[in-house]
């Protein structure tokens, strides 16, 4: 069988210093379904509609990954209060980061407990 190009992405990593308090963090505060820890390994599994993300103390600096993750919401406004709500410090308000004549693309921006860089975003298809 030839190669054909990479399929889509299975698994996205993300390293923390706190194992424990990253899963609170991710699992309670964001709501993202909680697959796995791995025992005795400071390693969590959560899953994102089908891609994996893997939060991670790195074993050395040289794996240490500095990533930004688009959370797609189907209403940024109500995500962004409900996360609000339960502790989480925005950057910004949502507002539009793109707009053509058929849809519109509004986000907003948070970090971790590390400082990774995420985001909520919506894509709202507009009469045009």
């Given at each position: ?11 996205i ?78 950057m ?23 400082d ?13």
């Amino acid at each position: 069988m030839a190669f054909e190009g990479l399929a889509p992405i299975g698994q996205i990593h993300l390293s923390v210093s706190d194992i424990d308090a990253a899963v609170v963090f991710y699992r309670d505060v964001l709501g993202l379904p909680f697959l796995f820890q791995v025992p005795k390994q400071p390693m969590a599994f959560f899953d994102c509609d089908g891609v994996r993300l893997y939060i991670g103390e790195p074993e050395s600096e040289e794996y240490r990954t500095r990533g930004m993750v688009y959370f797609a919401v189907a209403d940024v406004d109500e995500a962004y209060a409900e996360l609000s709500r339960r502790g989480v410090t925005f950057m910004d308000e949502p507002h539009v980061v793109h707009r053509d004549d058929h849809s519109e693309i509004r986000m907003a921006f948070f970090k971790d407990l590390d400082d990774n860089n995420l985001a909520l975003m919506a894509e709202v298809h507009t009469s045009g």
